[in-house]
């Protein structure tokens, strides 16, 4: 193959999910097969790259100041599920289970890996809840040691008088899921999450 080629493959190869061979099907899906397509995927990253953006409140994807969640006057701004990454507010969306505001941490502390709270979107996050504008935080961080002193760290820091209930979203079984094949912490958070059956 060629320099060029190479080059393609590799920066392919970079994303997450995609391996070798992954990257050179895609690299010889755009360059031989379907050219007509490269030029629609350069402009959509160069599109995408000049207009999205940090939402300025609470982290996600945006276009403008704020992101379509934060703009939505039908959303309670007042109830804020704080994640990790855009893929987890992703998620937690498709589930059509909430009607509240977000807060992307885009990541979870980490002092082995040097990500402290400054490395975070903590700052605004700090703001918003000295604001006054927060009545409750869902902690929807992952549940292992990294999430769960965030989790600590972020209790820590709510402003006094206790005005911010603070919940965290429960861990258990996968539906359809069975207890034999499940691993001793998600067994842990399925038995410590439980709530009264009715």
């Known amino acids: 193959m060629t320099p060029a080629f190479d080059q393609l493959q590799q920066a392919l190869k970079r994303l997450p999910g995609v391996g070798y061979r992954s990257a050179?099907?895609?690299?010889?899906?755009?360059?031989?097969?379907?050219?007509?397509?490269?030029?629609?995927?350069?402009?959509?990253?160069?599109?995408?790259?000049?207009?999205v953006r940090r939402c300025a409140r609470c982290g996600n994807l945006a276009e403008g100041e704020l992101c379509a969640v934060c703009?939505?006057?039908r959303r309670d701004g007042a109830v804020v599920c704080v994640v990790e990454h855009?893929?987890?507010?992703?998620a937690v969306e498709r589930s059509g289970a909430y009607r509240g505001s977000?807060?992307?941490?885009?990541?979870?502390l980490?002092?082995?890996?040097?990500v402290g709270p400054a490395e975070l979107n903590w700052a605004s996050l700090q703001t918003r809840l000295e604001g006054g504008e927060i009545?409750?935080?869902?902690?929807?961080?992952?549940?292992?040691?990294?999430?769960?002193?965030?989790c600590h760290f972020i209790q820590q820091h709510?402003?006094?008088?206790?005005?911010?209930?603070?919940?965290?979203?429960?861990?258990?079984l996968p539906s359809g899921?069975?207890?034999?094949?499940?691993?001793?912490?998600?067994?842990?958070?399925?038995?410590?999450?439980?709530?009264d059956y009715a």
Do not use: Q
């Open 158 to 172: 709510l402003p006094a008088g206790g005005a911010v209930r603070v919940s965290r979203i429960g861990f258990g």
């Open 24 to 51: 050179e099907r895609m690299a010889l899906h755009l360059l031989v097969e379907k050219p007509g397509r490269l030029r629609e995927l350069v402009t959509a990253l160069e599109t995408a790259a000049r207009s």
């Open 86 to 90: 855009v893929p987890d507010l992703v």
């Open 102 to 108: 977000y807060h992307v941490l885009h990541g979870r």
């Open 135 to 150: 009545r409750e935080l869902i902690l929807a961080l992952g549940n292992d040691v990294e999430g769960e002193a965030t």
């Open 110 to 114: 980490s002092p082995i890996n040097g």
């Open 177 to 195: 899921g069975g207890v034999l094949y499940a691993d001793a912490v998600t067994l842990r958070s399925a038995l410590e999450g439980r709530r």
């Open 71 to 73: 703009a939505d006057t």
